[in-house]
């Protein structure tokens, strides 16, 4: 009777114990073969994200020619007239960076093309892990990983920063910070390069992109400069012909 028992309960286990043995495979084939494959997923995540980023910078628009008129012309009752929501706010989720003036909207068409060059450059990077799958082997599995783990957090960096930069281009727009962060992600695609350098087999295409990069990042340094520069100068000549005007009406009275 002990030992009827014994099977028959074997017998009931036995169906529990292949099931957990299944389901365990399918996890293992779900957990990446090797670290080159990780680290290339999580960098394809990295792209999506500065892929979405991309896609929402191109969707800042400039103020429309009536709304220009209007901040022109100081006119109350064009604006009254606008509708409202019930909390009294004219403003819509669609009108928000919508409102661009010609000056702001250089300044997000220069970053478009910065963030669009980097999304080039973590996609060839990722071409170039790809490859290096066919290379890694159990001798220097350890160093290619070191590498890669490296390479990773840069390009989560870099991701994080054409974030920042994306969200510094609503107005009023933040362009101490974007100088900030262009000069953070110029420094990290220099790590970059040297560390695609140092592979047996470095890739050149990782190094052209990187170079188109590093030309669009000094571009755009070089335009915030100028035109933070020009913006002084007009307001030093405004504040200079408001102390003129202020003058000339003491003189006059």
Known sequence: MLAGSHNRDKKLLMPRFVG????ACDALKKVPATNVIAIGRSMTQVAVSVKDVLREMKELK????DLRDEASDGSSSKVESR???DDGDDLSEDDIGSDLSPEEMKVAQ???GVVSETLVTIKELIRTITGLLKQETPDD???????????LKLCQGVGVLADEIGACLYPPQEIAAIKVALGKISSSINEVQQEV????TSSKSVGEACNGLRTLLKQMEAE?????????ANKLQNVAVINKGER???FAN
Not at 62 to 65: E, F, H, L, R, V
Not at 141 to 151: H, P, Q, T, Y
Not at 197 to 200: D, G, L, R, T, Y
């Open 141 to 151: 599995n350890s160093k290619f990983a070191d590498s890669l783990e490296k390479l």
């Open 110 to 112: 220069l970053a478009q």
């Open 62 to 65: 400039p103020a429309s020619s």
């Open 248 to 250: 000339f009406e003491t």
């Open 224 to 232: 915030l400069d100028c035109s933070s520069t020009t913006d002084l």
């Open 197 to 200: 350098e140092s592979f047996q």
């Open 83 to 85: 509708p409202q929501d």
């Open 20 to 23: 957990a043995v299944w389901e």
